[in-house]
């Protein structure tokens, strides 16, 4: 870790461009300032990754009913590929905002660059695992990804007192059913996207897209609640002491890094993940998995805000 690189990294984007953030810079400064971790694999260990993966695409087809794959090629990362990996992902969707703004004065571009550079590396340093729709993409042949931090895996594992093996293939099952859900509804990338545009566009208009930005928070409540109603049904063990700890861990952090957690929205993801767990609990209870899963048939299926905090409103619809 070198904090002097990283500085002048970021000082290094106050010179002239027209995006409001210097992408290079910020993912140099990032990397910089965050130890990338090892990726030295124990002998069978990459097989195990990908044997955990195997077990859980065929545990999560056979419960969910549902055809898909996983990207072929799973990637086992350090943290400072995560960050090359992802700076592209946030080029993308702010490039979407850049295209409708003006030029950015070098101290406005340089203050962005820093922000970006921070929060980078501080989700390089507790990601575990990603599902990657790769969303606004530009190359449809590459149209998912898999990636999982091994450095921050470990690390996890070690902080809560848990087998390290285990708790991978609980990441690996997570990370899975997201894959489900998306190759289950071949519209939600494209759904997601047009909200995404529709309320960053209205943004760069000095307006707020109240609609635009409620389906977009429904639909990923959805993508929570479902993939953890899979996992009750697909992981092959106990999993509630894993996120009962992970959760205790991140209570338990200090209010800088709690700070970070409410700039990057990961308070509003664990609403979304209790809610939508909350409503397909509901739904399965009153009725069942298939019944549940029809959430992914088309767009106009999946529950609107009301029908979340209200899944019989939302039963009686499809059932019409």
Do not use: C
């Amino acid at each position: 870790m070198n904090l002097y690189r990283s500085a002048r990294a970021v000082a290094g984007a106050s010179g002239s461009g027209d995006d409001a953030i210097d992408w290079r810079s910020a993912a140099e400064a990032a990397k910089a300032a965050t130890d990338p971790g090892s990726i030295a694999l124990e002998p069978g260990e990459a097989d195990a990754y990908a044997r955990d993966v195997r077990d859980a695409r065929a545990a999560v087809r056979t419960v969910s009913g549902a055809e898909f794959d996983v990207p072929d090629t799973i990637e086992i990362q350090n943290r400072h590929h995560w960050i090359d990996a992802n700076v592209e992902t946030f080029e993308r969707v702010m490039g979407a905002l850049e295209a409708h703004t003006d030029v950015f004065p070098g101290i406005a571009r340089t203050i962005n660059t820093g922000t970006m550079a921070v929060l980078l590396g501080f989700l390089g340093r507790n990601v575990l695992g990603q599902y990657d729709p790769l969303l606004l993409a530009d190359t449809p042949e590459d149209d998912h990804a898999l990636y999982f931090v091994r450095p921050n895996i470990l690390n996890a594992a070690d902080t809560l007192e848990v087998d390290p093996d285990r708790f991978r293939r609980w990441i690996a099952f997570h990370e899975v059913t997201h894959a489900a859900e998306f190759g289950a509804a071949p519209w939600l990338s494209t759904h997601l996207e047009r909200r995404m545009e529709d309320g960053i566009a209205a943004l760069s208009a000095g307006s707020f897209d109240r609609d635009a930005f409620r389906e977009l928070d429904a639909a990923m409540t959805v993508v929570e609640g479902y993939a953890e109603l899979l996992m009750d049904h697909a992981f092959d063990d106990e999993y509630e002491d894993l996120r009962r700890k992970l959760d205790a861990r991140r209570q338990g952090r200090g209010p800088l890094q709690r700070l970070f957690r409410r700039l990057l929205g990961l308070g509003l993801k664990q609403r979304q993940y209790e809610r939508g767990k909350n409503f397909f609990e509901s739904v399965v209870t009153a009725s069942d998995l298939e019944t549940a899963s029809r959430v992914w048939e088309r767009p106009e299926n999946l529950p609107t805000q009301d029908e979340l905090d209200s899944p019989g409103l939302w039963l009686r619809r499809i059932d019409r």
